[in-house]
């Protein structure tokens, strides 16, 4: 919601409400300079549009007008988050006038922000994976990184999945792992080429690292299971000496298998069981299709699109 182009002065009836409240975060609530600003600035904009549109207490403002408000938000182009930030702060208010006896209910209460669209992590192409998985060094420590690394690219594994493999799990002839997924629900899932070649190469100095009786298949330095931020902070630094311009995470490997195997195959429903996704809408979200194979399956499909 924009400000208005005159700056508007307010009626006492909405004015007044407005002042006992500011001085309640102030003296009561103890809450932080920053937050009270936020307050103030998001409540004076609101009671500014109110009055442009002829509403001059507070008493007024039932659903109808809450709702109003936000979609005047999303109008001028405001932020999910920002809306939503507004919306919790008019709940606040009207809270306080509830306990003050100014208002019988809080009208601002059954009104939701619109929700948030869930940003999609950006994906690496395969140029981008071809270099970061140019790894050669052939110390244990590094062997083990390449292995996690192809594993996570080649087989789709989240983060605590990989971990929580292991050498059990794996199994090289066939191309498959063993998986516990979210839920704690099992699952197989596939791998070849480069990454069993390079969890083989980790299994044959595995020795050298793990401790005895330990069963995990990646391990760290100590010899214990390798941890969720070890891994993390691994990938990192490979992405850096690699020369990778992106930054590397467990969860951009995984992004880009599923990116790449759908672009590829084109093939929802598998990718969906690759993935261990329950629901096909979250492999929607979390994939894109590449919108070029989008717009030449339209163009061959559609009778209306064919050139004649």
Same mark, same amino acid.
């Given at each position: 919601?924009?400000?208005?182009?005159?700056?508007?002065?307010?009626?006492?009836?909405?004015?007044?409400?407005?002042?006992? $409240?500011?001085?309640?975060?102030?003296?009561?609530?103890?809450?932080?300079?920053?937050?009270?600003? %936020?307050?103030?600035?998001?409540?004076?904009? =609101?009671?500014?549009?109110?009055? +442009?549109?002829?509403?001059?207490?507070?008493?007024? !403002?039932?659903?109808?007008?809450?709702?109003?408000?936000? #979609?005047?938000?999303?109008?001028?182009?405001?932020?999910?988050?920002?809306?939503?930030?507004?919306?919790?702060?008019?709940?606040?208010? $009207?809270?306080?006038?509830?306990?003050?006896?100014?208002?019988?209910?809080?009208?601002?209460?059954?009104? #939701?922000?619109?929700?948030?669209?869930?940003?999609?992590?950006? %994906?690496?192409? !395969?140029?981008?994976?071809?270099?970061?998985?140019? !790894? %050669?060094?052939?110390?244990?420590?590094?062997? @083990?990184? @390449?292995? =996690?690394?192809?594993? =996570?690219?080649?087989?789709?594994? @989240?983060?605590?999945?990989?971990?929580?493999?292991?050498?059990?799990?794996?199994?090289?002839?066939?191309?498959?792992?063993?998986?516990?997924?979210?839920?704690?629900?099992?699952?197989?899932?596939?791998?070849?080429?480069?990454?069993?070649?390079?969890?083989?190469?980790?299994?044959?100095?595995?020795?050298? !690292?793990?401790?005895?009786?330990?069963?995990?298949? $990646?391990?760290?330095?100590?010899?214990?299971?390798?941890?969720?931020?070890?891994?993390?902070?691994?990938?990192?630094?490979?992405?850096?000496?690699?020369?990778?311009?992106? +930054?590397?995470?467990?969860?951009?490997?995984?992004?880009?298998?599923?990116?790449?195997?759908?672009?590829?195959?084109? %093939?929802?429903?598998?990718?969906?069981?690759?993935?261990?996704?329950?629901?096909?809408?979250?492999?929607?979200?979390?994939?894109?299709?590449?919108?070029?194979?989008?717009?030449?399956?339209?163009?061959?499909?559609?009778?209306?699109?064919?050139?004649?």
């Amino acid at each position: 919601m924009t400000p208005l182009a005159l700056p508007i002065t307010l009626p006492k009836t909405l004015q007044q409400p407005l002042d006992r $409240f500011y001085e309640y975060l102030r003296a009561e609530r103890g809450l932080s300079l920053h937050t009270q600003r %936020n307050y103030k600035q998001q409540l004076q904009t =609101m009671a500014e549009y109110l009055v +442009h549109v002829g509403v001059t207490d507070w008493q007024a !403002v039932d659903a109808r007008w809450v709702r109003q408000l936000a #979609s005047k938000g999303m109008r001028d182009g405001m932020k999910a988050s920002s809306i939503a930030t507004r919306l919790s702060s008019l709940r606040s208010f $009207f809270d306080f006038l509830v306990l003050r006896g100014e208002l019988s209910a809080n009208t601002a209460r059954g009104v #939701s922000a619109p929700r948030k669209k869930r940003p999609l992590p950006k %994906n690496l192409d !395969v140029d981008e994976v071809n270099q970061l998985l140019e !790894v %050669n060094e052939d110390d244990p420590l590094s062997i @083990r990184d @390449r292995a =996690m690394m192809e594993l =996570m690219y080649g087989a789709g594994l @989240r983060l605590a999945e990989l971990v929580d493999v292991n050498v059990r799990d794996v199994q090289l002839r066939s191309g498959e792992i063993r998986v516990i997924g979210k839920g704690d629900k099992e699952r197989k899932v596939p791998f070849a080429g480069l990454a069993v070649e390079w969890v083989g190469n980790w299994l044959k100095v595995r020795k050298e !690292v793990a401790a005895a009786g330990e069963p995990a298949l $990646f391990v760290s330095k100590l010899g214990g299971r390798i941890s969720h931020r070890s891994v993390q902070k691994r990938m990192a630094q490979w992405g850096q000496k690699q020369a990778v311009a992106s +930054h590397i995470t467990p969860h951009k490997l995984r992004h880009s298998f599923a990116t790449h195997m759908l672009e590829s195959s084109n %093939n929802l429903r598998a990718v969906q069981e690759l993935l261990g996704h329950e629901n096909i809408s979250t492999t929607q979200i979390y994939t894109h299709l590449d919108f070029q194979h989008l717009a030449d399956v339209y163009d061959k499909a559609h009778p209306r699109a064919r050139k004649k």
